[in-house]
Structures are given as structure tokens and as C-alpha cells.
């Protein structure tokens, strides 16, 4: 969550939700929707969870499981890259 504050994008950690699965993370990042499900070393995410992944993806956001600012950093890099992709063909 540091991270992504740091870096102007506009997280908000889920602590309840009303719906099962619902991922960790939801941020804005340059205009774009990101989910992210933060899991610690070694742990996987449930099947709800990579449904709801799924789900985000098919409705054209980003959605990743996380383990650390370095896998974060990575996705943030692929939804940087797709939106100077996108705005280069507008």
C-alpha cells in the first residue's frame, strides 16, 4: 500500500466486503481499474479469489495475486505500458 501511495495512484485496502472472494487492493492507477490480491510467501490464492481475477480481467481491468512490492511493481508495469500503448493509438 506504501508503494502504490508513493507513487500517486489511489489504493484502497478492502477490510470488509460484501461480497466472498473480494480481492485485497482495489486502486486507480492512471485511469485504470487494478485489483490486486495481496497473499504472503508461499501462499496461494483461494479459487473464488482467481474467479474474481478472472472477472476483472474480462471486464477489461487489471487483476493480479501479489507477494511483494516487487511482483506489485511488475504489474504496475504492465498497466503502465498499456495505457501509454493506448494512448499512443488515439
Same mark, same amino acid.
Given at each position: 500500500?506504501? $508503494?502504490l501511495h508513493k507513487q500517486g495512484y $489511489?489504493?484502497?485496502k478492502i477490510m470488509k466486503a460484501s461480497k466472498s472472494g473480494a480481492l485485497d487492493i482495489v486502486c486507480c492507477v492512471e485511469g485504470l481499474y487494478l485489483a490486486l490480491e495481496a497473499k504472503q510467501? =508461499? +501462499?496461494e490464492a483461494e479459487p473464488l479469489q482467481l474467479y474474481n481475477i478472472n472477472l476483472v480481467k474480462k471486464? +477489461? =481491468?487489471f487483476a493480479a495475486v501479489v507477494h511483494n512490492v516487487i511482483e506489485t511493481k511488475e504489474v504496475i508495469k504492465e498497466v503502465l505500458t498499456f495505457q501509454k500503448i493506448k494512448k499512443s493509438n488515439q
Open positions: 500500500m506504501r $508503494y $489511489y489504493p484502497l510467501e =508461499g +501462499k471486464a +477489461k =481491468g
